[in-house]
């Protein structure tokens, strides 16, 4: 069960991290977490590439410093409620589709499915990687799994 900590509500950095309080639920906190990235998606979709992945690659930055943050200040590796990294987790898996809710669903599905159950080398990494780049990049693998998924699907149908 996810117990996340009263700093949260206190502390920005824990509140990003924790994907603006959506890795506060007591349960599957990184499946909310994906899910409150979605209407974010929703805002980016129609950005050029160009500008969706500036936007993606930042926040991939700021979020490596905010998960290493945070997980230094709990004491704690890889918290649960540490969602940030399924934000953009998900925000790589949507790269390049044009938003509809049946898209954004799909994508959700995929992205949890590749982050759940981890295939290789995302397993490798998730369990040899420290600190908040560490805690993001398997995110990131599973993201570009799930894109390639995503682009797969569109381009056979």
């Known amino acids: 069960m996810n117990r996340a900590p009263a700093s949260v509500w206190r502390r920005p950095t824990h509140f990003f991290a924790f994907g603006l309080g959506s890795g506060t639920v007591p349960w599957a906190p990184g499946?909310?977490?994906?899910?409150?990235?979605?209407?974010?998606?929703?805002?980016?979709a129609d950005l050029t590439l160009g500008w969706y992945l500036g936007i993606v690659?930042?926040?991939?930055?700021?979020?490596?410093?905010?998960?290493?943050?945070?997980?230094?200040?709990?004491?704690?590796?890889?918290?649960?409620?540490?969602?940030?990294?399924?934000?953009?987790?998900?925000?790589?898996?949507?790269a390049a589709v044009p938003f509809s809710w049946e898209a954004a669903l799909w994508g959700f599905v995929v992205f949890r499915i590749f982050d759940v159950f981890k295939p290789w080398p995302i397993r490798w990494a998730d369990r040899r990687v420290a600190g908040g780049f560490g805690i993001m990049i398997d995110?990131?693998?599973?993201?570009?799994?799930?894109?390639?998924?995503?682009?797969?699907?569109?381009w056979l149908h």
């Open 57 to 94: 690659l930042a926040a991939f930055v700021v979020g490596v410093w905010l998960c290493d943050k945070t997980s230094h200040d709990l004491g704690v590796h890889d918290h649960s409620g540490i969602v940030w990294d399924e934000f953009v987790g998900y925000w790589i898996t949507m």
């Open 31 to 44: 499946t909310f977490g994906t899910l409150a990235a979605i209407p974010f998606y929703w805002m980016m």
């Open 139 to 154: 995110d990131v693998m599973a993201g570009v799994y799930a894109w390639s998924t995503m682009h797969l699907w569109f």
